[in-house]
């Protein structure tokens, strides 16, 4: 190993840092153990060689955390359950923001308001549904009084869920406008503009989409949100 302190090419003060610094050892995030120099005095801690220590540790650290949480994540969307289709009693949580994986409680959606997005999750074992994105839904609050009656069996408390996934073209449905032809807003694809009416089963009421969007049937267990039954029609597009 080079020995730093007795190094000719760096300036005097720099090899007495490194000569009278001590060696300590660190457990980085993946459980393994790195050696580390550390700075005995303050004075000494503002020097070139234990500035550039630590920014060589805070490196390891970052890229060690970085690995771990990707390892995390990964091991989430391949746990067993986490591809399969929406089950009856499955919760509801965010799909992203500030609140991603928490479970949605009737309170967090508010009528007219745009629509959630969100996964359902395995109420026993906690596994959240996202292996596959045909399990991505768009949560929405309506008046209870807009809703129609072929809809309405699928609501709870005025609570809608349909498919994030487009029939057209399978693109994410992402908009929610005021409808091209109407007064009342719409979950619209920015993909060919195709509009849906979460009124009305998820009705086409613009653009080339065949067929409505994918319902999800809900119901209230106590204070939650739940999955009622399987979905209501294809997830997608038609094959």
């Known amino acids: 190993m080079h020995d730093v302190s007795s190094d000719d090419s760096l300036g005097p003060s720099t090899r007495a840092s490194f000569a009278n610094a001590t060696q300590s050892t660190t457990i980085v995030a993946d459980g393994t153990q790195a050696a580390t120099m550390s700075c005995p005095t303050k004075a000494e801690a503002s020097g070139t060689a234990c500035v550039a220590r630590r920014a060589l540790l805070v490196t390891v650290l970052a890229g060690c955390l970085g690995v ?12 067993p359950g986490s591809d399969e289709r929406p089950q ?7 799909a992203e923001g ?23 999750m395995d109420p026993n074992s906690k596994v959240v549904r996202k292996g596959s994105r045909l399990n991505e839904l768009l949560l929405v609050r309506l008046d209870p009084a807009e809703i129609d009656d072929e809809t ?28 091209a ?10 993909c060919h503009n ?40 294809k997830v997608g597009l038609q094959k």
């Not at 009856?88 to 965010?94: E, I, P, S």
């Not at 500030?98 to 359902?120: F, Q, S, T």
């Not at 032809?181 to 920015?190: I, N, S, T, Y």
């Open 98 to 120: 500030d609140h991603a994986g928490e479970i949605i409680k009737p309170d967090d959606l508010k009528a007219g308001a745009p629509p959630v997005r969100a996964w359902p």
């Open 152 to 179: 309405k069996p699928r609501a709870a408390d005025g609570i809608l869920a349909y498919s994030a996934v487009c029939s057209h073209a399978g693109c994410t449905v992402t908009a929610w406008v005021k409808a």
């Open 88 to 94: 009856k009693a499955d919760l509801l949580v965010f």
């Open 181 to 190: 032809e109407g007064d009342k807003p719409v979950f619209k694809c920015m």
């Open 194 to 233: 195709s509009e849906f009416d979460p009124r009305q089963s998820g009705q086409v009421v613009f653009g080339p989409a065949p067929r409505r969007l994918a319902g999800l049937p809900l119901q209230m267990a106590g204070p939650s949100i739940t999955v009622a039954a399987a979905f209501v029609g």
């Open 68 to 79: 771990v949480g990707t390892n995390t994540a990964d091991a989430q969307d391949d746990a």
